[in-house]
């Protein structure tokens, strides 16, 4: 009786201007311990660098396959991911990160049949690489997953790596507790943290994304999911949408204009026959006309910024 052969994982590193950053994710990538798991490849993918990117990339030629392009942004960058990578598994990082030495090994010890999605916890790091915070932050951003290839696929094109969430929403996820990434805030970061209700207002807009993506996948469902799962997991996601709408008009100090996404966010809870205890959170908010996280911190304290306690595994 043979054995089954080894999951095949491809590291991919999505970089754009992140030069100063770069070396260490390859080399991050590079000594990953070793496990029940074949590292195939490390992939870069340049997303239009003018920094140092490039120089960075050659000194690494001889162990890393490099593909460089004009810039198309984040959503396409991690589109392209999961087109351009050839193993069974992907683990993306952003140029930024880096992941700790026994992240494939753990996360490959994890795999199942049943699993398409694995995930983790992760150490926030500043601009210098020291931790913000005392204790491991729940992930769930790109550098915190292990994602099937084939199923990933099934979603692109995606905006942003919470298209992947819905692989754990349909059942098919696990997730880690141990911190296996190093996921470094700094004024660089794609995520605008300097203006009340922006990142809430982007995160929307992605949620509204995937939700549409799910009713477009009710067609000709996926292998992973039902045509009534999906809707489900549609509604949920509209849900959340709705809930960031919420937290970004209390930041920008206008609580009449988070009714309309309170009620919606009640009908597609309702809709998704899931829990109501966030949307009984968020009314509580409304209520006390008060947001759910602190306000992001001003432009000159940006470099150590201030992070808003752990969020519930549900939430995105």
Known sequence: MTNAPLPRISCVIL???????LDRAIT????????????????????????????????HQDHVRIVRRPQRGFAQTL???????????????????????????TCADAITPDRLLIDHWETVVGTDGRPLLPEPHPGGNTSTLLV????????????????????????HGHTLPEPLVNYRLHPASMTDRTLNGSSQHYRADVCADLAHRLIALTAIPPTWATAASLRRIAHRYRARAASHRVEAHLQQGHRLHAFRPLSAMFYHSLRSRGPFTAWLR?????????????????????????????????AV
């Open 282 to 314: 968020t009314l509580a908010s409304v209520a006390r006309d008060r947001p759910l996280a602190p306000p992001p911190p001003a432009p000159a304290t940006v470099p150590t910024p201030t992070i808003p306690p752990p969020p519930s595994r549900s």
């Open 148 to 171: 099937r290839r084939d199923a990933a696929s099934t979603l692109l094109p995606v905006t942003n790596e919470i298209h992947f969430h819905a692989l754990r929403d349909a059942g």
């Open 28 to 59: 991050s990538c590079l000594e990953q311990e070793p496990g029940n798991y074949t590292l195939h490849e490390i992939l870069v993918i340049d997303d239009g660098s003018t920094d140092n990117t490039p120089e960075i990339c050659r000194r």
């Open 15 to 21: 970089c754009h201007n992140y030069g100063r950053y």
């Open 79 to 105: 589109t392209d991911a999961m087109l351009l990578a050839e193993g069974d598994w992907i683990a993306p990082l952003d140029a930024d990160d880096w992941f700790h030495p026994a992240k494939l090994r």
